[in-house]
């Protein structure tokens, strides 16, 4: 891949470990689109998305395309970017299942290849924690708002959760995870804790010198979308930033 020979070595890591799970993360995210957790997230979009207008939405680190599937149901114009190939195939895979229209693109997050003002709407989730150049991610993010566009991001402090004692239910997301997969997981969280500081104060901080105003922030989501411990459980709380150009 010749655009990624001067990747810095923490995202070639990060590369390396999600095209090995793009495959069995995809057939998830259709579960998940399949089960009531499509319309819990939906209604946490509602909160911040201004109501029936089609809206031009980038779906950053999109995955295999669930937020992406998510829009486009919805009516809006949507793009997915992600850094790995596999997810993006596993992308296109899921919207032509679900019959779904998006564009899907392989694209760093850090520095996303869109022109000023293209999109009304920026989401993402599980992101913005494996940014090692977080502050140059929200300033290009800003960019590529509207005046009045919204990011929406789903994330949680997993750097610095890592570091604590916790025992896992059961059954949680990460639960048929390979040995060492887990393990070169664990390398990559600790190493991207060197990073980063406490969040999301921090990420409130760094989108204030970004630009963004209306800045919220809501700790209340996790108990609204994993009310079970199943296949899709988070053990670690996640939070929503919404944050406004």
Request: with cysteine; aromatic share 12%; glycine share 6%.
């Amino acid at each position: 891949m010749e655009e990624y020979r001067y990747m810095e070595p923490i995202k070639q890591e990060i590369l390396h470990y999600w095209s090995q799970r793009a495959g069995a993360f995809g057939e998830q995210r259709i579960r998940e689109f399949e089960s009531d957790k499509r319309q819990r997230w939906l209604k946490e979009f509602h909160r911040y998305l201004p109501p029936k207008k089609q809206l031009r939405v980038l779906d950053i680190g999109t995955g295999t395309g669930f937020f992406a599937c998510l829009m486009a149901a919805e009516g809006h114009e949507v793009t997915g970017i992600d850094l790995t190939p596999e997810m993006i195939e596993g992308a296109s895979h899921m919207a032509s299942l679900l019959g779904q229209k998006a564009q899907f693109l392989v694209m760093d997050a850090e520095n996303p290849e869109f022109e000023e003002g293209s999109f009304d709407v920026l989401v993402t989730r599980n992101l913005t924690w494996t940014l090692p150049n977080m502050d140059r991610a929200y300033r290009e993010w800003f960019r590529l708002l509207a005046p009045g566009g919204v990011l929406v991001n789903f994330d949680a402090d997993y750097t610095h959760a890592a570091e604590e004692e916790t025992s896992l239910p059961e059954n949680h997301a990460h639960k048929l995870l390979p040995t060492q997969l887990k393990a070169e997981n664990d390398s990559i969280t600790m190493e991207l804790s060197a990073y980063q500081m406490p969040r999301p104060q921090w990420d409130v901080q760094l989108l204030v010198e970004a630009g963004f105003e209306r800045i919220s922030v809501d700790m209340g989501v996790y108990g609204r979308i994993y009310r079970e411990i199943d296949e899709f459980f988070n053990p670690t709380p996640i939070f929503t930033i919404a944050a406004y150009k």
